[in-house]
């Protein structure tokens, strides 16, 4: 935590089924009297929504899209979650950069010492601790095993770009969150998503009030 802000992110494959608990986690925050910025990646300013249009629309190489998501990652941090953090509030994230390495690291093949170069670029906050890099202070993995995120997510809205991938690029996604989550697992909450939806929030909210930020 920095100066009384907090920030989690929320991470797992598409159809993990992360949308509600985020909405119910930041209800419980307000009703507690925070204050809730609510954000996604690659997204949560103007920049970068439209650099989110293109990523999750456009063909492109592995680097062309590791870079615009760090440039959009960069805009956002900047503009919303450095100066909502500085405020005090309660960031709530969809998605941040366990991402880039799952998706782009994982799922594409890319380069993963280029993705930690990137991350130490866009993440080093000035001003603060020499070398200090924004992470969250917690991540909440919604973890789910991709043919059952297929299953979920047959039938829904008309796939994205990364939703319309096979099977075996989730499964080498879920294996790129893996080795983050064994990296940094006291940053890390491992929730399993393949239950009843009340017993996966029950999960989030025990993980936010285990670390003491939920009465
Ligand atoms: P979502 O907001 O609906 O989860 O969609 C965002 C998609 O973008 C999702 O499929 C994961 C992907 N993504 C990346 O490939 N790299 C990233 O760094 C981030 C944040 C998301």
């Keep these: 935590m920095t100066n009384n ?10 159809g993990a089924g992360k949308s509600t608990h985020i909405s119910a986690l930041a209800q419980t925050f307000e009703a507690q009297g925070r204050v809730v910025t609510l954000t996604r990646e690659p997204g949560g300013t103007p920049l970068a ?8 629309s456009d063909a492109m190489d592995a680097m062309t899209e590791a870079l615009l998501v760090f440039a959009a990652r960069r805009d956002h941090l900047q503009q919303l979650i450095e100066p909502a953090l500085a405020r005090g509030e309660v960031v709530l994230c969809d998605r941040f950069t366990d991402a880039t390495f799952a998706y782009q690291g994982g799922g594409r ?21 020499v070398d200090f890099i924004r992470q969250p202070d917690l ?8 043919s059952v995120a297929a299953i979920r997510l047959a039938g829904s809205r008309v ?5 319309s991938q096979p099977l075996d690029f989730f499964t080498r ?17 491992r929730i399993n998503a393949d ?21």
Aim: aromatic residues 12%; contains cysteine; charged residues 25%.
């Design 5 to 14: 802000g907090l920030f989690i992110s929320f991470e797992g494959i598409d």
């Design 49 to 56: 929504e439209k650099l989110r249009a293109l990523v999750l």
């Design 109 to 129: 093949g890319f380069d993963l010492k280029t993705l930690s170069y990137l991350e130490r670029l866009v993440q080093t906050v000035q001003g603060l601790a």
């Design 139 to 146: 991540t909440i993995w919604f973890e789910l095993a991709p």
């Design 159 to 163: 796939p994205d770009k990364f939703e």
């Design 173 to 189: 996604v879920s294996a790129g969150y893996l080795q983050r989550c064994d990296a940094q697992p006291q940053r890390f909450a």
């Design 195 to 215: 239950q009843p939806r009340d017993r996966v929030w029950g999960e989030v909210k025990r993980a936010v009030q285990q670390r003491g930020w939920l009465g």
